[in-house]
């Protein structure tokens, strides 16, 4: 079974407008990570955030760690038509075995 | 573009048959990870590769596998295939053994007719 899951599996908004992707997972990890897929392409990193961080910005992206609800949230402000992607989040376990474990993404859409 | 390099791109073939995906890791890296993505779904963790030795499974199938050569290129072998084997492959590849980030190849799409 996947690791995490993102909430909502698809979301639709206007350019200008933020949007908003949570992920939980199941398992103490030691880092979380968010990538970007364009559809049928290769996925791309966004951002890692460390277990033993909370909050972490790059540009417009914004990423929370909650590790006691274990649970992290993207935040993509002043959205752009580009920014339509699927966006996963990945975990590393602390469980060993060095596996990169993917959610199934949530599917952003953003409107001119 | 990822430095990753993935071939064949596409691949269709029949139940039953046998086929060889390959990927050369971005320069530098010494692992790397498979990964499946049927449609519209996330990504089935496969297996990893660090340096030539198998690091850690998944959810990879009996008829599945694959090997890193010294070289750092690996090959994933899928082998009496099913319909259900349709999909996206991905390789990814990392510089360490534990996972930071990961650099992904355009995939391989493989269709079982």
């Known amino acids: 079974s996947q690791q995490g899951e993102e909430d909502p599996q698809a979301l639709s908004i206007q350019e200008g407008e933020n949007a908003t992707m949570n992920c939980s997972y199941k398992?103490?990890?030691?880092?979380l990570q968010w990538y970007r897929q364009n559809s049928g392409r290769g996925l791309v990193h966004l951002i890692l955030?460390?277990?033993?961080?909370r909050e972490k910005h790059s540009g417009r992206l914004r990423v929370t760690l909650d590790t006691s609800k274990k649970s992290s949230s993207l935040l993509i402000t002043a959205s752009r038509a580009a920014d339509t992607a699927s966006y996963f989040c990945?975990?590393?376990?602390?469980?060993?075995?060095?596996?990169?474990?993917f959610g199934a993404g949530t599917r952003l859409f953003v409107k001119a | 573009d990822s430095g990753v390099t993935q071939t064949p791109k596409h691949l269709i073939t029949a139940t039953g048959q046998r086929v060889t995906l390959r990927c050369s890791p971005r320069?530098?890296?010494?692992?790397v990870y498979w990964y499946q993505q049927s449609l519209d779904q996330g990504l089935q963790f496969l297996i990893q590769?660090?340096?030539?030795?198998?690091?850690a499974k998944g959810n990879i199938l009996e008829r599945f596998s694959a090997q890193q050569f010294p070289d750092l290129h690996s090959e994933l072998n899928l082998s009496s295939l099913e319909l259900g084997d349709s999909a996206l492959y991905f390789c990814?590849?990392?510089?360490?053994?534990?996972?930071?980030?990961?650099?992904f190849g355009e995939g391989s799409r493989l269709t079982v007719l």
């Open positions: 990814a590849s990392g510089q360490g053994t534990g996972a930071g980030e990961l650099f």
């Open positions: 398992t103490s990890i030691n880092n």
């Open positions: 955030i460390r277990s033993n961080e």
């Open positions: 990945a975990t590393e376990p602390n469980t060993g075995g060095f596996k990169t474990i």
């Open positions: 320069s530098g890296d010494l692992s």
């Open positions: 590769y660090y340096n030539g030795e198998e690091r």
